[in-house]
């Protein structure tokens, strides 16, 4: 079984200032790996993922997140933040060959003028 | 994109009726929908994954003749609360997957509807 681990339920940051969010996963087989978010009154929707290749992954708004297998973490990072990327962010592991998501518990990104 | 509604967005009910949520794929097909389940401050937690034309499956733990699924067409899926009590009060969530007709990967991108918001009094 799979279990993910997001550490910080709430990050305020200030904008155009850089920010991390954190996300552990546990699993004892390869998994894929994701990041959605999810703004105010929306569903999630997908940010970017991992699946193989380069551990690099990056989004089409300025994020990204490095898959790094030996500390079972696949943080998000962006340099600079806009009060727009103000939402929820979930970390999500899935079995390779699978499509059962696990999520973790969020955290919310903050952004503040 | 791939839109995914959710209707209603909140319901109040009594103890003791029956809710039903609905799920629609607006601009594509969904041959494979999954129904999650929040909890305040809690991670969404997979109820069942609904296949159309077949029975859903239930994760270890969801009373299947209490959560009824029904995925009847490619394009909507609903789930029933049955019997709704006070601990049966969540987040619910649904999601579609798209494939075009091809056969289902699990690299398949979910697209997740805004949730229904269930209060049981």
């Known amino acids: 079984a799979q279990s993910v681990t997001q550490l910080d339920s709430q990050v305020p940051v200030f904008e155009e200032a850089p920010v991390e969010l954190r996300c552990n996963y546990s699993s004892s087989v390869s998994v894929y790996l994701f990041w959605y978010v999810q703004y105010p009154n929306q569903g999630l929707q997908l940010l970017l993922k991992y699946l193989s290749g380069s551990t690099l992954v990056e989004s089409i708004n300025g994020f990204e997140a490095e898959f790094n297998k030996s500390q079972t973490s696949f943080h998000l990072r962006k340099p600079s933040v806009h009060i727009s990327d103000t939402a929820e962010y979930f970390c999500?592991?899935?079995?390779?060959?699978?499509?059962?998501?696990?999520f973790g518990t969020g955290t919310r990104l903050l952004v503040s003028p | 994109g791939a839109v995914v509604s959710q209707h209603p967005s909140r319901v109040i009910c009594k103890s003791g009726t029956s809710v039903k949520i609905e799920c629609r794929s607006l601009d594509f097909q969904a041959t494979t929908m999954f129904w999650y389940r929040q909890f305040p401050k809690q991670s969404l937690m997979l109820m069942a994954t609904?296949?159309?034309?077949?029975?859903?499956?239930?994760e270890q733990g969801v009373e299947k003749d209490k959560f009824l699924i029904n995925h009847a067409s490619l394009t909507l899926s609903t789930l029933t609360v049955t019997s709704a009590h006070p601990e049966d009060s969540s987040f619910y969530i649904c999601?579609?997957?798209?494939?075009?007709?091809?056969?289902?990967?699990?690299?398949?991108?979910?697209?997740f509807g805004p949730g229904t918001r269930l209060t049981v009094l």
């Open positions: 999601s579609g997957i798209r494939t075009g007709g091809q056969a289902l990967t699990s690299t398949d991108t979910q697209y």
């Open positions: 609904s296949n159309e034309g077949s029975k859903a499956t239930y």
């Open positions: 999500a592991v899935s079995e390779r060959g699978f499509q059962k998501l696990v």
